[in-house]
T-cell receptor, first 114, second 111 residues
Framework: SQKIEQNSEALNIQEGKTATLTCNYT??????LQWYRQDPGRGPVFLLL?????KEKRKERLKVTFDTTLKQSLFHITASQPADSATYLC?????????????FGTGTRLQVTL | DTGVSQDPRHKITKRGQNVTFRCDPI?????LYWYRQTLGQGPEFLTY????????KSRLLSDRFSAERPKGSFSTLEIQRTEQGDSAMYLC?????????FGPGTRLTVL
């Protein structure tokens, strides 16, 4: 079955640096990947979506890449701030390309320190 | 606030009791999803409605779990004969397109 793998170890980074989080998937290439942010005790909040025919997507300080050869998506936060500290979840939709249920990775916790 | 709301936010129950959770999606959204999340894990899909039709159920959803979405508006998730393994955060999400909007979740503790 399809799996989404994220580094379960926390990522600690200094304020101002670029944080890079990795999402790997097995088996089939999903039609799209989504990235969500989750703060403790709250539901996930959508950040970005990237389709399989897109190599890169940007939104303010956020950048997502999608490499179907490596079966990997990278999520970058530039000029990171302590307020960026949270768990970041990678999720894939179904192979058909239609909006559908999401399969999530375990998430990577990011801690940005002063 | 016009976001997704869930009620209750917290529920403590004894093993063997039945519990019911409610989700009110964003009003113009036709799709509604239920997920379950345990500590250190990402959300796991449970079931999905398009309008009032339940289109998919996960194999995780045993026969003790049932969900409804009458009239295609709010949804309820009922767990019968709760077990300690049911302790988790139950998340509801709604969508009109690709992006899913999540509610704050209902945290269930089964003693």
């Amino acid at each position: 079955s399809q799996k989404i793998e994220q580094n379960s170890e926390a990522l600690n980074i200094q304020e101002g640096k670029t944080a890079t989080l990795t999402c790997n998937y097995t088996n089939y290439s999903p039609a799209y990947l989504q990235w969500y942010r989750q703060d403790p005790g709250r539901g996930p909040v959508f950040l970005l979506l990237i389709r399989e025919n897109e190599k890169e997507k940007r939104k303010e300080r956020l950048k997502v890449t999608f490499d179907t050869t490596l079966k990997q998506s990278l999520f970058h936060i530039t000029a990171s701030q302590p307020a960026d500290s949270a768990t970041y979840l990678c999720a894939q939709g179904g192979p058909t390309g239609t909006a559908s249920k999401l399969t999530f990775g375990t998430g990577t916790r990011l801690q940005v320190t002063l | 606030d016009t976001g997704v709301s869930q009620d209750p936010r917290h529920k403590i129950t004894k093993r063997g009791q039945n519990v019911t959770f409610r989700c009110d999606p964003i009003s113009e959204h036709n799709r509604l999803y239920w997920y379950r999340q345990t500590l250190g894990q990402g959300p796991e899909f449970l079931t999905y409605f398009q309008n009032e039709a339940q289109l998919e159920k996960s194999r995780l959803l045993s026969d003790r779990f049932s969900a409804e979405r009458p009239k295609g508006s709010f949804s309820t998730l009922e767990i019968q004969r709760t077990e300690q393994g049911d302790s988790a955060m139950y998340l509801c999400a709604s969508s009109f397109s690709w992006e899913q909007f999540f509610g704050p979740g209902t945290r269930l503790t089964v003693l």
